[in-house]
């Protein structure tokens, strides 16, 4: 299967400022990946499908101003969550079909 | 639409004992069904899939998972259970009607005592 890299594991940024987050599929060209948030102790839920080369396909509910995805190349997608505060505070994962990167745990203070 | 519900939200077995974790999909097209593990803040290990072949589907660390279409079940189970799988557990439905979208059911935390 794929094998997902995700970068950062954690980070923790101050409110207003951006932090990206990258999905890179190392072995695997992936027109399509997939972004999803999982807030403690629940379930994934999705945010959005990235598609490479052209824009994002968000699930309802979701900002898209707030969480740009960029899908530049068949191997790497970036979700950039803007103007964070402190309830996007929150673990993100991507995954290339069914298979998952290591996640970031954004914690925004 | 396709959905996903796990039937119990926490599981405690002995270890050494046997596992069963439930799960039941509703989906209107042949759906794939997977079982994930997730260990406290890390990603998803996926333990098996299902995807239109053998009903019986063996998976990694002992793990297998029956799909029954007249249930609408895909049960996951594990003879014996080890220290190392308590953990958080997912089940998982996909159909190409849906975009092949992952739909997750909300998940079965998995407690082994000693």
């Known amino acids: 299967g794929a094998v997902v890299s995700q970068h950062p594991s954690r980070v923790i940024c101050k409110s207003g400022t951006s932090v990206k987050i990258e999905c890179r599929s190392l072995d695997f060209q992936a027109t399509t990946m997939f972004w999803y948030r999982q807030f403690p102790k629940q379930s994934l839920m999705l945010m959005a499908t990235s598609n490479e080369g052209s824009k994002a396909t968000y699930e309802q509910g979701v900002e898209k101003d707030k969480f740009l995805i960029n899908h530049a190349s068949l191997t790497l997608s970036t979700l950039t969550v803007t103007s964070a505060h402190p309830e996007d505070s929150s673990f993100y994962i991507c995954?290339?079909?069914?298979?998952f990167g290591q996640g970031t745990r954004l914690t925004v203070v | 639409a396709q959905s996903v519900t796990q039937l119990d939200s926490h599981v405690s077995v002995s270890e050494g004992t046997p596992v069963l974790l439930r799960c039941n999909y509703s989906s209107s097209y042949s759906p794939s069904l997977f079982w994930y593990v997730q260990h406290p803040n890390k990603g998803l290990q996926l333990l098996l899939k299902?995807?239109?072949?053998?009903?019986l589907v063996k998976g990694i660390n002992g793990f297998e998972a029956e799909f029954k279409k007249s249930e609408t079940s895909f049960h996951l189970t594990k003879p014996s259970a080890h220290m190392s799988d308590a953990a958080e557990y997912f089940c998982v439905v996909s159909t190409p009607a849906a975009g092949n979208k992952l739909t997750f059911g909300g998940g079965t935390r998995v407690l082994v005592k000693p």
């Open positions: 299902y995807t239109s072949a053998a009903t």
């Open positions: 995954s290339v079909g069914a298979f």
